[in-house]
């Protein structure tokens, strides 16, 4: 997310704009890590650094970009909360995969193998019940299917295909 928001920065030359944004964001990412360290070793580098990365760096950076592009700080709003949403339905997916996963006991190549189609099917099919009102989704579901050779699509999925 905060590289598309500093490519759209850069392409757009809104560098006055933004040019706050890495010295506050490293500003606070040293703090929370010497604070975060102290309390939880090694790993509050990484959270501090993400903390950073999402409550500095990615708001106000598409904070600048809507302001100054886009001239609109309504959509700016709707677009975080739409960015949220993912994430959540991100965090959704994953903790339900890792936790079907879980239920495949043992270290051997079998489980692996169970586990492997686990992943594959299980994110994809939980992603597409949570998006199916989605108005985004249509047009995913045609492209996918426009990749796959038509012999291996089923007879209701070929109304989808432009």
Aim: one cysteine or more; aromatic letters at 14%; glycine letters at 4%.
């Amino acid at each position: 997310m905060g590289d598309i928001c500093w490519m759209y920065r850069e392409a757009l030359g809104l560098w006055w704009e933004a040019r706050y944004i890495p010295f506050i964001s490293s500003v606070c990412n040293l703090v929370m890590n010497i604070v975060l360290v102290r309390i939880i070793g090694l790993n509050g580098v990484i959270i501090s650094t993400i903390l950073s990365l999402f409550t500095i760096n990615f708001p106000w950076s598409s904070k600048v970009i809507f302001s100054n592009y886009f001239k609109s700080k309504n959509e700016w709003f709707k677009y975080i909360l739409k960015t949220l949403l993912y994430f959540l339905m991100m965090v959704l997916v994953s903790s339900t995969n890792l936790m079907i996963c879980a239920l495949v006991k043992g270290e051997n190549f079998s489980q692996f193998i169970i586990k492997l189609i686990i992943c594959i099917f299980a994110p994809n099919i939980i992603l597409l019940l949570l998006n199916i009102k989605n108005k985004n989704l249509r047009p995913a579901v045609c492209f996918v299917l426009g990749i796959i050779p038509k012999r291996f699509i089923p007879k209701f999925a070929k109304r989808y295909i432009v």
